[in-house]
């Protein structure tokens, strides 16, 4: 008679064992990789869910570290206008013909206008040879050259020194530190010239040139070439507010303390008026940077709330206390106002003006007319010493990006804290899950295997117990 195994695991006769065994998985085991993965869920979703959290954590560091390099920005655009030696000490020289002169000023000048009249400018001394045939020609003689006052330099003409040609006597006076002057060949018609120009302009500069060259010219016969002055070394004369000037070169460094003059051309008969004053332009420019990378730092800010009424929208920060921390000291540094200065008391009074968004915008007519005309008080309410704007507003940035204590400073540093926290965590887990799988797949493999053997035992089984019928 047939016998059966109760409890739904193995039913019926030997001949039924077959489709028992597929509906029950009987001798085709089990997916092992399949239980181990169920049994795993748990864990995996923890890894994920910490992984989410280190991926949100890297978007607000990225995120606060660049707010963090454009207050930084703001920064260094402050200093630059507090900074004594900085761009508001900037002084300018324009002059009224540049024809004749140009200037340049730097922050030691005094803000004055100035008359200057050019009766000649400086000249750089040459001298020159007689013509001899070619520059390859054979050549002997004597040669000195004294440059100004200093002592007479002998050059040698020989053929000893490779000096026995013209072009043997340029490459040795260039190759040579002490003569003071370059040497080179002129061509015409008439054949080959050495010439030479001093090294420096001026009376110093001025060449006396000795000697005579001595070489063999048509019909055989010796001929000789004797050197000449070209130009005389002079230097340039002017005056400057009535005073005379002599100035070895035509670039004038002492005439007008802070200023320097380079002469262009000679004008006796006419007066050019150099102004010296401070460089608007450049204060004008620097503000508008300042205003620049500040509207950069506080439209990032702002962007991090800009929550709509759903709820959608802001940044990675908006739940970071310190950006809005960040952002109301910000504003309260732009708001800075000082007493007196002669009416710039505060940005707004130089056309610096705070918009309700917090940024802030130039009144280009209000910012000119404060530079023009009160042009100190300016100075003053950005460089005063502890009590002027950038003062208080280098103390602001330093409570905020200031190494060590900095508000958004510390923010990071927490931030790459629990980011390396969790890096962690996840690898902890990661670690401990590796083992966990190895375990299971072990557990579940054996499990696959006995499944596969329940037809044999099941047939022997049966066989057993049809045996005892």
């Not at 002169?101 to 750089?124: D, E, K, M, Q, R």
């Not at 340029?170 to 008439?190: E, F, H, L, R």
């Not at 006419?270 to 420019?285: E, F, I, M, R, Y």
Request: hydrophobic fraction near 40%; charge should be negative; aromatic fraction near 4%.
């Amino acid at each position: 008679m047939a016998s059966s195994i109760t409890g739904g695991a193995l039913t019926g006769s030997s001949g039924s064992s077959s489709s028992t065994s597929t509906a029950y998985g009987l001798g085709q085991g089990i997916d092992v990789n399949q239980f181990v993965q169920l049994a795993l869920t748990f864990d995996n979703a923890r890894i994920t869910s910490l992984q989410n959290s280190q991926s949100a954590l890297y978007t607000q560091s990225g995120a606060l570290s660049q707010l963090t390099s454009e207050i930084g920005a703001v920064q260094g655009a402050a200093q630059a206008l507090s900074d004594p030696l900085g761009t508001l000490t900037g002084m300018t020289a324009s002059v009224s013909d540049s024809s004749v002169l140009s200037a340049s000023a730097t922050s030691s000048a005094s803000a004055a206008t100035h008359t200057i009249t050019v009766n000649s400018l400086a000249t750089t001394s040459s001298a020159y040879s007689d013509a001899v045939p070619a520059s390859d020609t054979a050549i002997s003689g004597s040669l000195s050259i004294q440059v100004g006052s200093g002592t007479a330099v002998t050059v040698p003409v020989d053929a000893a020194h490779g000096t026995s040609t013209l072009a043997g006597l340029v490459s040795y006076i260039n190759g040579q530190s002490n003569t003071g002057v370059t040497a080179s060949i002129v061509k015409d018609s008439n054949g080959a010239r050495l010439a030479l120009l001093s090294h420096a302009s001026g009376a110093p500069g001025d060449l006396t040139v000795n000697g005579t060259l001595s070489f063999t010219g048509t019909n055989s016969q010796v001929a000789s070439a004797s050197f000449h002055q070209g130009v005389q070394g002079k230097n340039a004369s002017l005056t400057v507010d009535g005073i005379p000037i002599s100035s070895a070169t035509n670039t004038v460094s002492n005439a007008i303390s802070g200023v320097t003059l380079s002469l262009n051309s000679a004008d006796p008969n006419s007066q050019v008026n150099v102004a010296v004053g401070a460089d608007t332009q450049n204060a004008t420019n620097a503000i508008n940077a300042f205003v620049s990378a500040y509207n950069t730092a506080i439209k990032d800010i702002n962007a991090q709330f800009a929550v709509l009424s759903d709820g959608s929208g802001g940044g990675p920060l908006e739940a970071d206390g310190s950006v809005r921390q960040a952002q109301s000291m910000l504003l309260g540094a732009i708001a800075y106002s000082i007493g007196g200065n002669n009416g710039i008391v505060n940005l707004s009074s130089m056309g610096v003006n705070l918009n309700n968004d917090g940024t802030l915008s130039v009144d280009n007519a209000t910012l000119t007319d404060a530079l023009t005309n009160n042009y100190s008080a300016v100075q003053a309410f950005f460089q005063t010493t502890t009590t002027g704007f950038g003062a208080n507003f280098s103390n602001v940035m330093n409570s905020l990006v200031g190494p060590g204590n900095g508000v958004l400073t510390v923010d990071s540093q927490g931030l790459s804290q629990t980011t390396r926290d969790l890096s962690q965590q996840i690898s902890d887990l990661q670690t401990a899950l590796a083992v966990k799988q190895q375990n299971l797949v072990q557990v579940y493999a054996q499990v696959n295997a006995t499944l596969q053997e329940l037809p044999l035992l099941q047939a022997q089984m049966s066989q057993q117990l049809g045996s005892l019928a």
